[in-house]
């Protein structure tokens, strides 16, 4: 006998032939809920962002590979609402027991409020994963985007304290719950770490540090070239791994380089890191480091968990509640001085070690069967609560 699905779910958010982190964490949440037993697909974005909004080289994955397993209808243009109520239409016809929605940016505050607004009408249940509602990069219509948004949903999941105590200002619904960001999985299993630097043209005896991720004056890459310039790193002779996409002019971070002569010792990748080439980067480090100026939560410590590599974060948004100061990797203020001193600790005493084992045992917390029960749970406090 066939078994019937607990529940048809919409994950309402990016993914494929869309790239990036949340593109990849909608595809494995969709996959957790069905290997759950659940009717799970993903609604995503003919259009994401106008291009001339987008910073970067592209919003489209190039490997040409779609994840399996997996249902994803491309439906959304965020600027246009005719197609906003079409989608909802669509989704009403198809009827779920509710959706869960991506909310990263108030840009999308619009188009999503409007389409969880005709199906709540139906009766179909709204849960928003709430990635930020304050950005980190403030526009006018913000506050009036989110609000719209929020006052469509009749739940909440945050993957930061900070980012809960941000949504009070928003809402009072009793239906909110703190989880925590379960591992990026999809980037596959670590390497041997001679056979990853070989891959990158990393010398086999080299210390390196790891910054990874797209460049922006938040993630704060120039505090970490800064801190490269201390006396004490250069003396180690320290290689700066820096991975990822300029989502800004890179000339203010190219001058740091100049200034303090560090151009033997940062090795730049400027690109986007697609989701295969992930594991090299991570295995061909000794420290991962993000020396954020803020921050709500960071998808790169979930990486970081599934590669177990110690990892040093900032004490700003959320980052402090993942990584344990002194066991995993270090907790500094984002400050050059700040940033240097637990690097030199983490080289000259020999730090990795044991730090890679807390990584291993740590990151049992963070599987995607907890994140996607709890989803559920709430739903069903939802309904139960609807139903009194």
């Keep these: 006998m066939i078994k019937e699905p607990r529940y048809k779910i919409f994950v309402i958010g990016p993914a494929y032939p869309l790239r990036g982190g949340l593109a990849t964490f909608d595809e494995l949440f969709c996959r957790s809920l069905c290997e759950l037993g659940h009717d799970a697909q993903i609604i995503s974005y003919s259009l994401q962002y106008p291009n001339f909004l987008f910073p970067g080289s592209t919003q489209y994955d190039q490997s040409g590979i779609a994840p399996k397993g997996i249902k994803i209808h491309t439906l959304i243009n965020s600027v246009n609402p005719f197609n906003w109520f079409k989608t909802a239409r669509f989704i009403k016809k198809e009827k779920p027991d509710f959706v869960v929605v991506r909310y990263w940016i108030p840009f999308m505050g619009p188009a999503l409020g409007t389409?969880?607004?005709?199906?709540?009408?139906?009766?179909?249940?709204?849960?928003?994963?709430?990635?930020?509602?304050?950005?980190?990069?403030?526009?006018?219509?913000?506050?009036?985007?989110?609000?719209?948004?929020?006052?469509?949903?009749?739940?909440?999941?945050?993957?930061?304290?900070?980012?809960?105590?941000?949504?009070?200002?928003?809402?009072?619904?009793?239906?909110?719950?703190?989880?925590?960001?379960?591992?990026?999985?999809?980037?596959?299993?670590?390497?041997?770490?001679?056979?990853?630097?070989?891959?990158?043209?990393?010398?086999?005896?080299?210390?390196?540090?790891?910054?990874?991720g797209l460049i922006r004056h938040y993630k704060g890459l120039d505090l970490l070239l800064e801190a490269m310039s201390d006396d004490r790193i250069r003396k180690m002779n320290l290689k700066l791994l820096v991975a990822g996409e300029f989502y800004e002019d890179k000339k203010a971070y190219a001058d740091i380089i100049e200034k303090h002569n560090l151009q033997n010792n940062i090795i730049?990748?400027?690109?986007?890191?697609?989701?295969?080439?992930?594991?090299?980067?991570?295995?061909?480090?000794?420290?991962?480091?993000?020396?954020?100026?803020?921050?709500?939560?960071?998808?790169?410590?979930?990486?970081?968990?599934?590669?177990?590599?110690?990892?040093?974060v900032t004490n700003v948004g959320g980052l402090s509640e993942i990584i344990p100061h002194g066991k995993c990797g270090y907790v500094v203020e984002p400050d050059p001085k700040a940033i240097a001193d637990p690097i030199v600790d983490y080289f000259a005493n020999n730090r990795e070690a044991a730090m890679t084992v807390a990584m291993a045992e740590e990151k049992k917390k963070y599987d995607w069967s907890i994140f996607s029960n709890n989803i559920v749970n709430l739903y069903e406090e939802i309904l139960n609560d609807h139903q009194k």
């Design 115 to 212: 389409i969880c607004r005709r199906i709540s009408k139906s009766g179909v249940k709204v849960i928003a994963i709430t990635d930020n509602v304050i950005p980190h990069e403030k526009r006018a219509g913000d506050t009036a985007f989110t609000t719209y948004f929020i006052k469509r949903c009749h739940g909440f999941v945050t993957m930061s304290k900070a980012v809960l105590a941000d949504l009070q200002k928003f809402t009072s619904s009793v239906h909110k719950r703190f989880l925590l960001h379960p591992l990026y999985t999809a980037f596959g299993e670590k390497v041997d770490k001679q056979e990853a630097r070989k891959k990158l043209g990393i010398a086999a005896g080299d210390k390196v540090a790891l910054f990874f």
């Design 268 to 312: 730049l990748f400027d690109k986007f890191i697609p989701n295969e080439e992930v594991k090299y980067y991570f295995s061909a480090a000794d420290l991962l480091t993000l020396p954020y100026r803020s921050a709500t939560q960071s998808g790169v410590t979930q990486v970081a968990f599934q590669f177990e590599k110690p990892t040093l």
